[in-house]
């Protein structure tokens, strides 16, 4: 390892270790009212069993903050268990008061995955590799373990979307999530959307995928996510999904330079408009969707799989949840 590799690692290390330190509770808390609220209204049942694995699982899934936090992106998260509530809106849960067994194998109706450093800018090539690799290893276990329609919400580094493959490439990362799921949507938080801390300021994502019902197949063809381009002006790829769903940026996208030359992404939201925000692009991807599984009902139906969770008809009753705000028309950025 040359010295300039050595330095990135070293500044890797100090990013994770004021991720690690850093109290992210308030922010984890309001995104598992936005997750259970989305998932409730695409069709999640009471009592369904859910997982959350990660960074703030404990939070995510409903209970209180676990006092100890992950220190480094190497290591693994305690996953919390727990079933879906009686009850609307969050944070009615049963909760299950023990951590979920390391190999809880599902099959789960709602799983979350919070990647650990999902706000830091990695620098070194090792860092950055693993970090895509392992998420990458974490969705797919958790497609694996989903019941048939199941929800994965996936919070991650804005890096895991925008390297998708680029256009016109054939590497995609994605193509095994894509023989068994649909990519529903995303919306990109914006920097220190979880965490204050200078070196915590990657913008991330939150990204909800579906499981295929058996005799069902795809709701799109293609890919399960949409390809990449290099960002106009900089040296950085981004993902095409927002290209067409520039309202799911919760912030203005720039790229900055760092001390070692390097560009980085930003998302910039300097009066905190993103909590205001989010409920929007989260109804809007729901509305999308769900007028897709009511029409696909019959066709479960037909094919003996009207228990899967994708044939499930929206709750009635659910944007009457959502805090007045939410009814208010998105801020100009």
Same mark, same amino acid.
């Given at each position: 390892?040359?010295?300039?590799?050595?330095?990135?690692?070293?500044?890797?290390?100090?990013?994770?270790?004021?991720?690690?330190?850093?109290?992210?509770?308030?922010? !984890?808390?309001?995104?598992?009212?936005?997750?259970?609220?989305?998932?409730?209204?695409?069709?999640?049942?009471?009592?369904?069993?859910?997982?959350?694995?990660?960074?703030?699982?404990?939070?995510?899934?409903?209970?209180?903050?676990?006092?100890? %936090?992950?220190?480094?992106?190497?290591?693994?998260?305690?996953?919390?268990?727990?079933?879906?509530? %009686? #009850?609307?809106?969050?944070?009615?849960?049963? /909760?299950?008061?023990?951590?979920?067994?390391?190999?809880?194998? =599902?099959?789960?109706?709602?799983?979350?995955?919070?990647?650990?450093?999902?706000?830091?800018?990695?620098?070194?090539?090792?860092?950055?590799? @693993?970090?895509? $690799?392992?998420? !990458?290893?974490?969705?797919?276990?958790?497609?694996?373990?989903?019941?048939?329609?199941?929800?994965?919400? *996936?919070?991650?580094?804005?890096?895991?979307?925008?390297?998708?493959?680029?256009?016109?490439?054939?590497?995609?990362?994605?193509?095994?999530?894509?023989?068994?799921?649909?990519?529903?949507?995303?919306?990109?938080?914006?920097?220190?959307?979880? #965490?204050?801390?200078?070196?915590?300021?990657? %913008?991330?994502?939150?990204?909800?995928?579906?499981?295929?019902?058996?005799?069902?197949?795809?709701?799109?063809?293609?890919?399960? /996510?949409?390809?990449?381009?290099?960002?106009?002006?900089? =040296?950085?790829?981004?993902?095409?999904? @927002?290209?067409?769903?520039?309202?799911?940026?919760?912030?203005?996208?720039?790229?900055?330079?760092?001390?070692?030359?390097?560009?980085?992404?930003?998302?910039?939201?300097?009066?905190?408009?993103?909590?205001? #925000?989010?409920?929007? /692009?989260?109804?809007?991807?729901? $509305?999308?969707?769900?007028?897709?599984?009511?029409?696909?009902?019959?066709?479960?139906?037909?094919?003996?799989? *009207?228990?899967?969770?994708?044939?499930?008809?929206?709750?009635? =009753?659910?944007?009457?949840?959502?805090?007045?705000?939410?009814?208010?028309?998105?801020? %100009?950025?």
């Amino acid at each position: 390892m040359d010295r300039y590799e050595e330095q990135l690692v070293d500044a890797d290390r100090r990013a994770m270790a004021a991720h690690a330190g850093a109290d992210a509770t308030s922010g !984890h808390q309001f995104l598992a009212g936005q997750i259970w609220h989305t998932a409730q209204a695409l069709g999640v049942p009471t009592g369904a069993d859910v997982l959350a694995v990660g960074s703030g699982s404990a939070q995510l899934i409903g209970t209180t903050p676990v006092t100890h %936090p992950t220190a480094s992106m190497w290591d693994r998260s305690v996953p919390w268990q727990a079933q879906t509530p %009686p #009850r609307w809106p969050y944070p009615a849960f049963t /909760v299950n008061h023990q951590p979920a067994a390391p190999r809880a194998g =599902g099959p789960f109706a709602v799983q979350v995955i919070s990647q650990v450093g999902l706000d830091v800018h990695v620098r070194s090539m090792a860092a950055w590799s @693993y970090q895509q $690799r392992r998420f !990458h290893e974490e969705l797919t276990t958790a497609l694996d373990r989903s019941a048939p329609g199941g929800l994965v919400f *996936a919070l991650a580094n804005h890096s895991i979307l925008d390297n998708a493959g680029l256009e016109g490439s054939a590497r995609t990362p994605w193509e095994q999530a894509g023989q068994v799921a649909d990519f529903l949507g995303a919306a990109r938080l914006p920097s220190h959307a979880l #965490r204050t801390e200078d070196l915590c300021d990657a %913008p991330a994502d939150l990204m909800i995928f579906r499981r295929h019902t058996p005799g069902l197949g795809s709701l799109s063809a293609g890919l399960v /996510v949409p390809r990449s381009q290099w960002m106009p002006g900089a =040296g950085i790829p981004v993902t095409t999904y @927002y290209r067409s769903h520039r309202e799911h940026v919760l912030g203005l996208p720039m790229t900055q330079t760092d001390q070692w030359d390097l560009e980085q992404l930003a998302v910039i939201d300097t009066k905190r408009t993103w909590q205001h #925000r989010l409920p929007h /692009v989260l109804d809007q991807i729901t $509305r999308t969707h769900t007028s897709t599984a009511e029409t696909r009902t019959v066709a479960a139906l037909d094919v003996g799989s *009207a228990s899967g969770l994708a044939s499930r008809a929206v709750h009635a =009753g659910v944007g009457s949840d959502r805090p007045r705000q939410a009814a208010d028309p998105v801020p %100009p950025l």
